[in-house]
Every structure is written in structure tokens, then in C-alpha cells.
């Protein structure tokens, strides 16, 4: 019972202890809440006292830009007022302008219509090349005759029918000066050049075109074929009278259209592999076709050298068929018609050699050609079902391209058919000269025998 009552004691001691701690710190607490009270009033009382210092402060200067806004509105208004006046002044002055103008406005108008005109043929102009500098009359009187603020003098009107003259001198005169020109690997470098007129420029084998926009002379991608450019060095060379050279009028549009257009390598390369297969089976068939034809040269020859001779010769047709009758001589007629028949037969296969060849590739040719073609079409056909027809080029190029096999294959077709027909014909002169004379052997001997019986 003392035990229970000893801790009971400990423990309201213990109790009152904390709530004493407790209490010593609220009271803590509470005196810091006080003392921050206490500057946050004093702090607000400082910026009251402050702000009430800078209030008169700010209303002076708020007065002072009401001042100024009330000046410079004033100023605007008086500048509105100048602008009114100044822009009615500006008309009133045009005005009077145009009054004493009069017919001279129209006049001026078509002085800015003709200059003008002048500028762009002048600038394009291959005059321009070897005369630098005519542009900055031209450029000053069409700059003054387009801008009413500023009229051109009379000595700058002079210098635009002076410009002229020396347009229409220049058109007429044909001109060598050294003249720096840019390759087609784009580097530059100096050469002699003859300017013919106002159509064109030539110089060491080739033909070069002008660019008015850069002011510089080129060379063109690829010159034209040989038969244009191998005019160039005869003209240049020549000293006086008349001498021949490829002139292009229209200033070298001509000429780029010559060179955009395919060459040989590239017009065969369009046909692809068919074309290649059919330009080379026609190699084979020409081939064949002069091997054949020299032959027959060499055997008709020496046919025609045999019908001269008594003596049979067996390094030809003919000398091999006498050589038969030579060995025959005693046999009846039908064995000897035999023989001579057979002995023809023999020397037929060389003399018809290759004929069947040749007439076959003239007759298979336009069929790969047709094949070629119809095949490019069908390609033709699938880009357009891809692509669209946006692009009319394209479609012309595929077209151009498949059509390209039919053009190469009667290029076989028809020097190999003429072919054919030729050394065919020839063929069949040399075996008519063989059976002829086989039938006059026969109707001497065929006599001969007849005289024998009736004796």
C-alpha cells in the first residue's frame, strides 16, 4: 500500500514539473510574438512617414509631365498643320509642273518607253563585249526619265541615239581582241576572239556565247559537230574576200539547242541492251554479206577467166565442172547430165554461203526493234502510273527512248536486206554461168553421140 501511494506521489510530481516547463515556454513564445509586433508596427510606421515625404514629391512631378504632354501635343498639331500645308504645296507645285510641261510630259514618257527599249537590247548585245562602259549613259537617262523629281539634260538625251550608231556600227563590224574567257571547267583564261556583229563570238576552234547577266564570255558545255566548228580557224585565218562560217542569228539559242542534243554513243545507249543485240547481230550480217560478196568477186573472176581457157583449172567452180566432163567423156548423156548436175550441186553450198543468215537477221531485226520498243513503252507507261503525267519531258524522253530500237533495228534491217539481194544476185550469176555451160557440154556431147549411132 506505501509502495502504490510513494509512486502515485512521483508520478503528480512529475506532472507538475512538465506542466511548469510548458508553461515557461508559452510565456516565451508569447513575449516574441509581442516584440515582432512591435517592430512590424515600427517598420510600418517608417515607410508611412516616407511614402508621406515623397507624395509631394511625386505630385510636382507628375505636374511637370502633364506640362510636357500638354507642349508636345501642342507641337503636333502644329506639325499636322505643316504637313497639311506642305503636302498642298507639293501638289499645288505638280501642278504647275505639268502646266508647264505641258506636251513635253508625253514627250519624256516615250523617252523613258525607247530608253528602256535600248537598255535591254544594248545590255544583251555582243557589241558590249569589246566597248565596256556604254551602259552608264543608257543607265542614267532611263534612271532621270522614270523619276519626275529630276529631268535628263540635253547632253544626256545626245548620248542615248550615240549609243545607237554604235550599235548599229558594231552590228556590222567583225572584230579579234584578246578576251578573257571561262572555261567549261570553270577556270578562266585569255584568248584571241572574233565577235561577228551582234550574233555571235568564235575563237581558237570554238564557238562562245555571252552572258549579259554576269557580263562574262563562256565556252558551251559541248561544241557542235565538227562540220560547224571546223569553219572556225578558215574564218579566223582568212585575210580578205569571202571565207565560210556557222553564224547563229538568234545569239546562241541555236547553238545550245545543238548541244543538248544527243550524240551517237547516246542515242545507241538509249536502245539498252536490245538495241546492242540488234546492232551487233547487223555488224554480223554485214560482215558475212562482204565476205561472201568479195568471194563471189574473186570466183567470178576466175570463172570468166575459165570460159577463155581450153584447160580445165579446179581452183574454180567452172574448172571443176569441165574437169567432171573431162573425166567422163565416154558415158552416155543422162549419166553425164548426172554427173554434171551433182558437180554443181557441189560447188553451190559456197557459193550461196551466209545468204540464208543475212536474209534472216534483215527479217529478225525489226522484230527486236519492235520488242525494244514495245518494251520501253511498257516502262514508259509504269512511270507515268507512278509519277503522273506532270512532267510532259519525261514522258517524251521514255518514248523517245523506246522508239529508239525500231530506229536501229531497220538501220540493220535495211542495209542487210540490200544487201542480201545483192550478193544473192551475184550468187545466182556465178551458178547460171555453171549451168549453162553444163548444158552446152551436154548438147555437144549429146551430138557427138547422135553422130556416132547414125555412123
Known amino acids: 500500500m506505501k509502495k502504490i501511494l510513494t509512486s502515485a506521489a512521483v508520478l503528480v510530481m512529475g506532472l507538475s514539473a512538465v506542466a511548469n516547463a510548458q508553461t515557461a515556454d508559452l510565456n516565451s513564445l508569447l513575449d516574441k510574438v509581442k516584440?515582432?509586433?512591435?517592430?512590424?508596427?515600427?517598420?510600418?510606421k517608417e515607410r508611412e512617414r516616407e511614402f508621406m515625404a515623397r507624395k509631394e514629391q511625386q505630385a510636382q512631378l507628375l505636374a511637370e509631365e502633364r506640362q510636357t504632354q500638354q507642349r508636345l501635343e501642342r507641337e503636333s498639331a502644329r506639325l499636322e498643320e505643316t504637313r497639311r500645308n506642305n503636302e498642298a504645296e507639293i501638289a499645288r507645285q505638280l501642278e504647275v509642273q505639268r502646266e508647264r510641261l505641258g506636251q513635253l510630259q508625253e514627250l519624256f514618257g516615250v523617252l523613258q518607253q525607247n530608253a528602256g527599249d535600248a537598255k535591254s537590247i544594248i545590255s544583251t548585245s555582243h557589241v558590249t563585249i569589246d566597248n565596256p562602259g556604254r551602259m552608264g549613259p543608257i543607265n542614267t537617262l532611263v534612271e532621270k526619265a522614270s523619276d519626275s523629281a529630276e529631268l535628263p539634260t540635253i547632253e544626256e538625251i545626245?548620248?542615248?541615239?550615240?549609243?545607237?550608231?554604235?550599235?548599229?556600227?558594231?552590228?556590222?563590224?567583225?572584230?579579234?581582241?584578246?578576251?578573257?574567257?571561262?572555261?567549261?571547267?570553270?577556270?578562266?583564261?585569255?584568248?584571241?576572239?572574233t565577235r561577228i556583229g551582234d550574233f555571235g563570238i568564235v575563237g581558237d576552234g570554238k564557238f562562245y556565247i555571252y552572258k549579259p547577266s554576269t557580263g562574262e564570255v563562256e565556252e558551251l558545255q559541248r561544241q557542235p559537230s565538227g562540220r560547224l566548228t571546223g569553219t572556225?580557224?578558215?574564218?579566223?585565218?582568212?585575210?580578205?574576200?569571202?571565207?565560210?562560217?556557222?553564224?547563229?542569228?538568234?545569239?546562241?539559242?541555236?547553238?545550245?539547242?545543238?548541244?543538248?542534243?544527243?550524240?551517237?554513243?547516246?542515242?545507241?545507249?538509249?536502245?539498252?541492251?536490245?538495241?546492242?543485240?540488234?546492232?551487233?547481230l547487223g555488224a554480223i550480217?554485214?560482215?558475212?554479206?562482204?565476205?561472201?560478196?568479195?568471194?563471189?568477186?574473186?570466183?567470178?573472176?576466175?570463172?570468166?577467166?575459165q570460159i577463155r581457157s581450153e584447160v580445165a583449172d579446179t581452183n574454180n567452180p567452172l574448172g571443176r565442172?569441165?574437169?567432171?566432163?573431162?573425166?567422163?567423156?565416154?558415158?552416155?548423156?543422162?549419166?553425164?547430165?548426172?554427173?554434171?548436175?551433182?558437180?554443181?550441186?557441189?560447188?553451190?553450198?559456197?557459193?550461196?554461203?551466209?545468204?540464208?543468215?543475212?536474209?534472216?537477221?534483215?527479217?529478225?531485226?525489226?522484230?527486236?526493234?519492235?520488242?525494244?520498243?514495245?518494251?520501253?513503252?511498257?516502262?514508259?507507261?509504269?512511270a507515268i502510273t507512278l509519277?503522273?503525267?506532270g512532267d510532259p519531258s519525261m514522258m517524251a524522253a521514255g518514248i523517245s527512248a523506246a522508239l529508239m530500237t525500231t530506229v536501229e533495228g531497220l538501220v540493220v534491217a535495211i542495209p542487210t536486206l540490200l544487201l542480201h539481194s545483192f550478193v544473192a544476185g551475184t550468187s545466182k550469176s556465178v551458178i547460171h554461168v555453171l549451168e549453162e555451160q553444163s548444158a552446152g557440154i551436154i548438147a555437144v556431147h549429146a551430138e557427138k553421140e547422135h553422130a556416132n549411132a547414125s555412123a
Open 232 to 280: 572556225i580557224d578558215t574564218f579566223q585565218n582568212a585575210s580578205g574576200g569571202f571565207s565560210e562560217i556557222a553564224l547563229d542569228p538568234s545569239r546562241g539559242q541555236i547553238l545550245s539547242l545543238e548541244v543538248e542534243k544527243p550524240t551517237l554513243p547516246e542515242y545507241l545507249a538509249q536502245g539498252g541492251f536490245i538495241g546492242y543485240l540488234t546492232l551487233a
Open 387 to 389: 509519277f503522273g503525267t
Open 158 to 193: 545626245r548620248a542615248w541615239p550615240v549609243v545607237m550608231v554604235q550599235e548599229m556600227i558594231g552590228s556590222s563590224e567583225i572584230v579579234t581582241f584578246n578576251q578573257t574567257v571561262r572555261g567549261v571547267d570553270g577556270n578562266t583564261y585569255e584568248t584571241d576572239v
Open 321 to 382: 565442172v569441165l574437169s567432171v566432163y573431162d573425166s567422163n567423156k565416154n558415158v552416155d548423156v543422162e549419166t553425164l547430165e548426172l554427173k554434171l548436175d551433182e558437180a554443181i550441186l557441189k560447188e553451190t553450198p559456197a557459193l550461196e554461203r551466209f545468204l540464208t543468215l543475212i536474209k534472216l537477221i534483215s527479217a529478225v531485226a525489226p522484230l527486236f526493234g519492235l520488242l525494244g520498243t514495245v518494251t520501253g513503252m511498257i516502262q514508259t507507261f509504269q
Open 285 to 305: 550480217g554485214v560482215l558475212m554479206a562482204v565476205v561472201q560478196w568479195l568471194y563471189l568477186m574473186m570466183v567470178s573472176g576466175k570463172v570468166k577467166k
Open 35 to 44: 516584440e515582432g509586433r512591435a517592430t512590424e508596427t515600427q517598420q510600418h
